[in-house]
């Protein structure tokens, strides 16, 4: 059983900036890739970033390249969402969970999924 806990949501200003963090309990952390979603009111699911189980591949969707920079440490079990000049359309509650396949195609790994992190963006 894989546990993931987020955290370091927040309310921020338009431009502003947040750190988000997911610890993952459980076996095989550093062996596959990850994955950071979001969640918009009425809105499915999205795949926003992804990082490679070493860390050497990322992909971002188009909507945040440039702004959004997704990192792991693999001694902490634990990816990050370092996220820069947000605007208000990035608000949303933020999910981590691993990844199967090519990490450009996002699809989740884990069922449950966290309880999530609320970013809100005011502008």
């Known amino acids: 059983q894989v546990s993931l806990v987020e955290s370091g949501g927040g309310l921020v200003q338009a431009g502003g900036s947040l750190r988000l963090s997911c610890v993952v309990s459980?076996?095989?952390?550093?062996?596959?890739?990850m994955g950071w979603f979001r969640q918009a009111p009425g809105k499915e699911r999205e795949f926003v970033a992804g990082?490679?189980?070493?860390?050497?591949?990322?992909y971002y969707a188009d909507s945040v390249k440039g702004r959004f920079t997704i990192s792991r440490s693999n001694g902490k079990n634990t990816v990050y969402l370092q996220m820069n000049s947000l605007k208000p359309e990035d608000t949303a509650v933020y999910y981590c969970n691993g990844l199967r396949g090519n990490i450009q195609i996002g699809a989740p790994r884990y069922d449950p999924w966290g309880q999530g992190t609320q970013v809100t963006v005011s502008s």
């Open positions: 459980g076996r095989g952390f550093p062996t596959y890739a």
């Open positions: 990082i490679s189980w070493d860390g050497t591949s990322t």
